[in-house]
């Protein structure tokens, strides 16, 4: 199994060895990354996160197409291992990847609600092109509902949701999440709805994290209005595509 330390020390400093020699790389060829942006927030290290404890455990760490990386796996469950008590939302399953890991780190009294949209479900807005290989998929959480994920007895902490998170009933978790991570459809329209609806769910004191910022057009101008019309204070985690946003912290 891939230790945090690994995931957080070790491969972080190798893919910043791998990103130099590409983009030198693509100098050098005279082309252009167009899923890298110029990023306007500002930038903190995951070791100055207030509520981060070192994961314990990290599992089905194969990265696929459509997840988390590495060291985000690793920081978000360190975020969940914060959390001994409480709800954790989930904005887009996916494969389960990130949700299984969150359910091994938080503690037991923890319930996650994760949602995604089915496969045979029409949006209720538009979504960007190249989006449609990540809703067309066999089964939402096949990471934590297959092996060997199931065998974990955390993963009956999950619930898995089906909906369009644009249009899904909310209600019910207002002011009740202490983690919410987003990584839904990376859309500006649906990127700023599910931000809308993330800080409706937030507890006192809880966190939001975004995932695909400087990658996603429609994330990252989203997030960056966000913080340029109000005074909550967004950071981007070094080395990483994540955003979190901790209540009570302002610009």
Known sequence: MITSFYALYVRPAASVLGKVFRRTSRKLRNKTNIHEQSTKLPAISWKELSSFKFPGKLAETDKRNGNVSLQ????????????????IIEIGTFDGR?????????????????LDLPSDMETAMDVDEGETAFINKPASGARFTGEPGSSFPQSKKI?????????FDWSPYHSKANLIFIDGSHAYEYAKADTESSL?????????????????????????ELQENSNMLLQHVRGTSLVIYQDGTSA
Do not use: C, P
């Open 98 to 114: 990130t949700t299984l890991n969150m359910a091994l780190n938080s503690g037991d009294d923890v319930s996650i609600f994760t």
């Open 200 to 224: 409706k769910m937030l507890a006192s004191g809880g966190t939001i994290v975004w995932h695909d910022y400087g990658v996603w057009e429609g994330v990252t101008q989203a997030l960056e």
């Open 72 to 87: 985000e796996l690793a920081v978000l469950s360190g975020l969940a291992a914060d959390i001994r008590e409480g709800t």
């Open 159 to 167: 619930t898995q949701l089906l909906g369009d998170s644009a249009t």
